[in-house]
């Protein structure tokens, strides 16, 4: 005599066991995929009961009756993939398919900025690491506003101790130093996030909801009001190149660079990435690409015959597609600017400056921008310096221009005659 015993009836398929100390075991019993019977212990009472076994083969014979049409159908295989991915999207986090993005996106001219923006802004952050599944609204506020609250380290300026490790200065005074995230730079970090998980979603790596909306976003305020005086642009460049001249093992490019990103209003990552063949001496022009705009090349003029000499002098020996500004350590292509020169721009700048109204290197680019806009320079004009693909990206300085048309409006006033 079998000691499982089948309930029957509406619970067909259920067996007990009852053991010696009272406790009852239920079984359930269904055909496999070869259409053999199995027997498979699904708990015990008091926490067991029929009705839960009955439940659970229920679900089973479901899962079993999906197996057979897929098998039937012939693509038994992917259906199984995807049942494995599925399961494995439950415990994925961002941590782990930033793994496969950042692997994906290694060979790109883009990569070392991304890569420096996971690591020290999101890798270590909580949300990272918890299941993007039960990632929720309130964990996401959570986020921003810890970035809100962040201090980047501004100009490479760290927290000063003395030989044996003492800190020299507070807390607070070295927070008094640095910068709060600005809203650009957290729309930066959480557009890197959204873009991660759909890369994952993408590439099959995640299957599973993105919880990252663009509804969470911060506002920004695109109006461009900062700029250099003329005596101040001055100013920087001199020191400049001083320091390109004193220290030309180190900083030979320094100078080079400050001029272009004054001239030619061009992107840090256009300028870093100048090659020996996108400089034509011959007709004066410079070739620039514009990576905002896949890649988009357009043309820039040579503005001084100082600026010619050293773009002469430092494409000398190279081939046309050696890059100008490569690294004294490693001989390849840097990245981002020169740390003296954010140092160089505190002290000729920003020194007497309210926090506010503080540069920065990225608003050399403005700056030009806006010298232009407030000579009178049409919108139009300015666009195509910049390379903006909307006339509407330009409108951020046309507050500039109205300058212009102050200065005008006194002259008319004093050539009437009342």
């Known amino acids: 005599m079998s000691k499982y015993k089948s309930i029957g009836g509406k619970y067909k398929g259920i067996e007990i066991y009852k053991k010696l100390s009272g406790a009852i075991s239920y079984y359930i019993r269904y055909k496999d995929l070869e259409n ?3 027997r498979e212990k699904v708990g015990e009472s008091p926490t067991m009961t029929k009705t839960k076994a009955l439940e659970i083969l229920r679900q089973k014979q479901s899962e079993l009756n999906t197996l057979r049409r897929h098998l039937h ?4 295989n992917n259906y199984l993939l995807e049942r494995s991915r599925a399961s494995d999207s439950l415990r994925l986090t961002i941590n782990d398919l930033a793994v496969m ?10 990569f070392p900025s991304t890569k420096s923006r996971y690591h020290i802004h999101i890798e270590s952050e909580k949300i990272s690491n918890k299941p993007i599944m039960l990632i929720t609204n309130e964990d996401i506020k959570k986020f921003i506003q810890n970035k809100k609250d ?30 709060k995230l600005t809203n650009t730079t957290i729309n930066a970090i959480y557009g890197l996030m959204i873009t991660i998980v759909n890369h994952g979603t ?21 109006i461009k009001l900062k700029y250099l005086s003329d005596e101040e ?16 093992i180190i900083d030979k490019y320094v100078y080079l660079i400050g001029l272009l990103a004054v001239t030619t ?38 503005a001084t015959d100082e600026i010619r000499e050293l773009l002469q002098k430092f494409s000398k020996g190279r081939g046309p597609n050696d890059h100008l500004f490569v690294s004294n350590r490693t001989g390849k292509q840097i990245y981002r600017y020169p740390r003296v020169m954010n140092k160089i721009l505190e002290l000729t700048v920003n020194w007497h400056r309210q926090e506010e109204n503080r540069m920065t290197l990225r608003d050399l680019r403005n700056s030009l921008a806006s010298n232009l806009a407030r000579k009178g320079i049409s919108l139009s004009h300015i666009a195509k310096v910049l390379n903006h693909k909307s006339i509407a990206s330009t409108a951020r300085y046309a507050q500039l221009g109205s300058e212009v048309a102050i200065e005008a409006i006194r002259d008319y006033a004093k050539r009437l005659n009342v």
């Open 202 to 222: 993408q590439e099959e790596y995640y299957i599973g909801r993105n919880p990252f909306h663009s509804k969470f976003r911060l506002p920004t305020d695109n």
């Open 36 to 38: 053999k019977t199995k």
């Open 101 to 110: 993005y950042l692997k994906d996106k290694a060979n790109t001219k883009d």
């Open 233 to 248: 642009t001055s100013l920087f460049l001199r020191q400049l190149k001083w320091q390109s001249e004193s220290f030309e």
């Open 265 to 302: 209003g061009a992107r840090m990552r256009t300028i870093l990435y100048l090659r020996a063949g996108d400089v034509d001496l011959d007709n004066g022009v410079i070739h620039l690409c514009n990576f905002k705009v896949n890649e988009q090349w357009y043309e820039s003029a040579i």
């Open 73 to 76: 159908s012939g693509d038994i």
């Open 150 to 179: 962040t201090y980047s380290v501004r100009n490479g300026m760290q927290r000063k101790r003395d030989r044996k490790g003492k800190w020299l200065e507070t807390k607070s005074e070295y927070e008094s130093r640095q910068n």
